[in-house]
């Protein structure tokens, strides 16, 4: 429904949590529009991280300038 929504030329970055384990669950996720996946239990810097990345590939901008 986000996806559906959404207008030419904005995109709200989106990242999957699950506590699902095994399966097509990431693979599901991303058909469905998502732009990262992470499985439970997580850190702190694993959400950080992906978080970073697809902020990184929304802005087309390198890693290297954030902090």
């Given amino acids: 429904l986000i ?3 959404e207008t030419a030329g904005a995109h709200l970055p989106i990242i999957a949590i699950t506590a ?3 399966g097509d669950e990431e ?9 990262g ?3 439970k239990p997580l850190t702190g810097e694993q959400l950080a991280e ?4 697809v902020v ?3 802005r087309h901008v390198e890693p290297a300038a954030y902090p």
């Fill in 20 to 22: 699902r384990s095994g």
């Fill in 56 to 58: 990184v590939a929304e």
């Fill in 3 to 5: 996806r559906q929504r």
């Fill in 37 to 39: 996946f992470l499985r």
């Fill in 27 to 35: 693979e599901r996720a991303r058909a469905a529009g998502m732009d």
């Fill in 50 to 53: 992906a978080l970073a990345t």
